[in-house]
């Protein structure tokens, strides 16, 4: 299944041209739709609302505890033999730059239509931005490489997978105090079925890979 496939990382040596340029472009866009949702100001997505509650909770800073959490999803990939790769660094540098550029450039709609007309918008690019990324196998991020380690080491499929940690995600935030809208639950329970619809789509294969 090309689902599965795109879980398999493969050396940047192969196919460099093509598949770095999926990669940069999908984790350009990735900010870019986190940004298209931040405008929106319908919710924070799950992870964010966990940061929030962490950062009411202890004290410390959104970016320290951003981090931190980080670095702790990181350890959960050990028992996970998940592997970082050259797309695990592009995402932490390229997604924050993507993600300031877009919000200093896109204005925050006024009204409710546009609002939400935007959240969809950034949710479902969210989607194919993350598609064209993982599905170029150079490597997740930290937090996507944790679902994906899972889904390969289980055969579970991405959509139950993804969309499971999201709500855990959600609801512990939530327990912590971090802020919850309509956006966060869109996000939390649509992610991971639109995920598994374009990663097909846009997982590279080798020529003597079939299709699916």
Same mark, same amino acid.
Request: glycine share 12%; proline share 6%; hydrophobic share 50%.
């Given at each position: 299944?090309?689902?599965?496939?795109?879980?398999?990382?493969? !050396?940047?040596?192969?196919?460099?041209?093509?598949? *770095?340029?999926?990669?940069?472009?999908?984790?350009? *866009?990735?900010?870019? !739709?986190?940004?298209?949702?931040?405008?929106?100001? *319908?919710?924070?997505?799950?992870?964010? &609302?966990?940061?929030?509650?962490?950062?009411?909770?202890?004290?410390?800073?959104?970016?320290?505890?951003?981090?931190?959490?980080?670095?702790?999803?990181?350890?959960?990939?050990?028992?996970?033999?998940?592997?970082?790769?050259?797309?695990?660094?592009?995402? &932490?540098?390229?997604?924050?730059?993507?993600?300031?550029?877009?919000?200093?450039?896109?204005?925050?709609?006024?009204?409710?239509?546009?609002?939400?007309?935007?959240?969809?918008?950034?949710?479902?690019?969210?989607?194919?931005?993350?598609?064209?990324?993982?599905?170029?196998?150079?490597?997740?991020?930290?937090?996507?490489?944790?679902?994906?380690?899972?889904?390969?080491?289980?055969?579970?499929?991405?959509?139950?997978?993804?969309?499971?940690?999201?709500?855990?995600?959600?609801?512990?935030?939530? *327990?912590?105090?971090?802020?919850?809208?309509?956006?966060?639950?869109?996000?939390?329970?649509?992610?991971?079925?639109?995920?598994?619809?374009?990663?097909?789509?846009?997982?590279?294969?080798?020529?003597?890979?079939?299709?699916?």
């Amino acid at each position: 299944m090309a689902t599965m496939t795109a879980l398999h990382q493969v !050396s940047v040596r192969i196919s460099p041209t093509r598949r *770095l340029a999926q990669l940069f472009a999908g984790l350009w *866009l990735y900010g870019a !739709s986190m940004a298209m949702q931040i405008r929106a100001t *319908l919710g924070l997505d799950p992870w964010d &609302v966990l940061h929030e509650g962490l950062t009411r909770r202890t004290g410390l800073s959104f970016g320290l505890i951003t981090a931190i959490t980080g670095v702790l999803v990181l350890l959960a990939w050990i028992p996970l033999r998940q592997k970082p790769g050259i797309g695990t660094i592009a995402n &932490v540098v390229l997604i924050a730059v993507s993600v300031d550029v877009t919000l200093a450039i896109l204005p925050a709609p006024q009204g409710l239509v546009p609002r939400i007309v935007l959240l969809t918008l950034g949710i479902v690019l969210n989607a194919v931005a993350f598609a064209a990324y993982v599905g170029s196998r150079l490597g997740p991020g930290p937090r996507d490489g944790m679902v994906t380690g899972f889904c390969r080491r289980t055969g579970i499929s991405l959509r139950l997978v993804r969309t499971v940690v999201e709500l855990l995600v959600l609801g512990t935030g939530w *327990l912590l105090g971090g802020t919850v809208g309509i956006g966060t639950i869109l996000y939390a329970v649509g992610i991971g079925p639109l995920s598994q619809l374009f990663l097909p789509m846009l997982t590279w294969r080798e020529r003597s890979q079939p299709a699916s």
